[in-house]
């Protein structure tokens, strides 16, 4: 294991209540270090060149990897914390094309037992890259006697400069069911206002108007098979029926990724994904690219691997062409480089650092319209990398990269609950870059069934209740299409709903759907509603007959009005 040269926040829990304010003493570095901050093995002085401020923390002269800069804080027991500081390195290492930094957190119980819990990590930081903020959340237990958060890089001789640290206890979650129906109910409905202009000859007490939602304009929907889209077996004629049902979005799971439509050098082949799209797309559901390219050397074209970086970038480029030129207008999204966290195949080949930027501008330039994301996992199902997804977004934001949203993969293991607290934090963290979030591959293993339920039931819930979401697309629902994980909605060949994917339903197409029934008073009269945002189906009924429909919608942000003239 390579040693790690780290930044240590040692914070003493103590029985005292705590709110979301930063818990540490000095932690601008703008007054003098007595009393709040020290150095164990290394020495501290306080430099004129803070982020924001006059001054920062400057370490030097390691005696050791656990060389540290300290604070001991008095917080209370358990729960969720954050934390994150400002980090620049000062020297260069050679022969280090860019060194890892990692934070951890060192948790001691009253007991006096230990154990150690890795909670960020964040690659490719030069001395060049100036300023970078690096932490991240973590959970602490309800005997805690100490947590000493650690920041480490993979070079003990590095120095560095900090500045800017806070350390936060999260909000408890006993309550977040209730907050977050709240906050549904603030930024996914919008004013929806029923005009009446009736004649003489019509009694208003006769007049009942249906208004009925038919379509969300948030984005639900499933990962899809592109064969089964277009088969006309009995079977897929019911996975079609279960899809269009609750979807007005899909990702095509495989069949538009490099090494599947080109896996021949020079040979796309179009046909699966085009006669997907065909059926798709006249049910009126719009459909994900998924995706260009797949930064892991494992998921590229296996004919890629041997070119030189100029034929690599040539057939990138061809690619581009190719899917813009046959599918121009189709997607409503991209997913340009899938997993560029984890996965730097493209960078390494070429030796180009901003190569997948590249590639957002060069689609861009041959769609303007279609939307490109970034795509990732363990950002917020995890937090390991969510401070650098973040830091990733906003360095392609001040690049004038035509990046459109984060696309947050949110795979879940199902061995607890997901986390209320963390998640909304880490939507918060990823919110910051002002991009919107689109939750591209959601999925929830439980072999227990209640807990399978309530997983979905908190994840849809907690995610439909953040306001920078767009979008949730469900991964594997159907159990015989998903080598039997435990994350399945549907069962069987007739596609029999279980409890969670009840729970799902009746979320997506009845709890979170508007439907109203008005008699209006007065010839003339207006009555107003709060509705979700979506597609609306109007019927007007005279004495139990109908005389007339129509139909409007409300975007997100807007409202809506209908005219029920009756003369």
């Not at 705590?18 to 007054?31: D, R």
């Not at 906050?183 to 202009?197: A, L, M, P």
């Not at 994350?487 to 994917?501: H, T």
Request: proline share 3%.
């Amino acid at each position: 294991m390579k040693s790690l040269s780290a930044l240590v926040l040692c914070v003493v829990l103590v029985n005292e209540a705590m709110g979301a304010s930063n818990l540490l003493v000095n932690s601008n570095f703008e007054g003098d270090f007595k009393g709040n901050w020290y150095c164990h093995g290394c020495t501290l002085t306080r430099i004129k060149g803070g982020v924001g401020g006059s001054y920062a923390a400057q370490v030097t002269k390691r005696t050791s990897r656990l060389a540290t800069l300290r604070q001991d804080v008095a917080v209370s027991g358990g729960g969720n914390m954050h934390f994150k500081t400002q980090v620049k390195l000062l020297n260069a290492i050679d022969n280090v094309k860019g060194h890892c930094v990692e934070s951890y957190a060192y948790i001691t119980r009253k007991s006096g037992s230990g154990s150690m819990t890795r909670f960020g990590r964040m690659f490719n930081i030069f001395p060049s890259s100036g300023w970078v903020e690096i932490g991240g959340d973590f959970e602490v237990p309800t005997d805690v006697a100490k947590v000493t958060v650690v920041v480490v890089n993979d070079n003990q001789r590095l120095n560095y400069v900090a500045d800017n640290a806070e350390l936060v206890k999260l909000p408890a979650s006993h309550y977040w069911k209730n907050a977050a129906n709240t906050r549904i109910n603030q930024f996914r409905k919008g004013s929806i206002t029923v005009k009446y202009d009736l004649s003489s000859k019509y009694d208003p007490r006769k007049v009942e108007v249906k208004v009925s939602q038919t379509r969300h304009d948030f984005g639900f929907g499933f990962a899809v098979k592109a064969p089964r889209m277009y088969s006309t077996s009995a079977v897929d004629k019911n996975y079609q029926k279960f899809i269009y049902s609750l979807s007005n979005t899909v990702t095509i799971t495989n069949a538009l990724k490099w090494r599947f439509m080109e896996s021949v050098e020079g040979k796309p082949s179009f046909y699966v994904v085009d006669k997907a799209m065909e059926q798709i797309k006249a049910h009126n559901v719009s459909v994900r690219g998924h995706c260009l390219a797949w930064a892991k050397t494992d998921r590229i074209p296996s004919w890629l691997s041997g070119k030189s970086p100029s034929q690599v970038q040539a057939h990138v480029q061809r690619r581009v062409k190719y899917l813009s030129q046959h599918y121009k207008g189709q997607f409503s999204q991209y997913d340009v480089n899938n997993e560029n966290l984890h996965g730097f195949w493209y960078e390494s080949k070429t030796s180009d650092v901003s190569f997948t930027e590249n590639m957002i501008k060069w689609m861009h330039n041959q769609d303007p319209n279609v939307e490109l994301c970034m795509n990732d996992y363990n950002v917020v199902a995890k937090g390991m990398f969510t401070a650098a997804y973040k830091r990733q977004a906003k360095l392609a934001i001040d690049r004038n990269v035509p990046v459109s949203c984060l696309g947050v993969q949110a795979h879940y293991d199902g061995k607890t609950l997901p986390n209320p607290a963390a998640t909304l934090k880490r939507l918060d963290e990823l919110a910051s870059t002002g991009l919107k979030i689109w939750i591209t591959e959601m999925d929830f293993k439980a072999k227990d069934m209640a807990m399978r339920a309530q997983g979905y039931d908190d994840n849809l819930r907690l995610f439909f209740s953040h306001p920078a979401v767009a979008g949730i697309i469900m991964w594997a629902p159907w159990n015989l299409d998903n080598g039997n994980k435990p994350c399945a909605l549907v069962e069987g060949n007739n596609f029999v709903y279980n409890q969670a994917g009840t729970r799902v339903k009746n979320l997506i197409k009845y709890g979170w759907m508007t439907r109203q029934s008005l008699v209006p008073t007065s010839r003339t009269q207006s009555i107003s509603f709060p509705g979700f945002y979506g597609g609306y189906e109007v019927k007007v009924s005279y004495a139990g007959k109908v005389v007339s429909t129509g139909n409007f919608y409300i975007a997100k942000g807007k409202t809506a009005s209908y005219t029920v003239r009756l003369t």
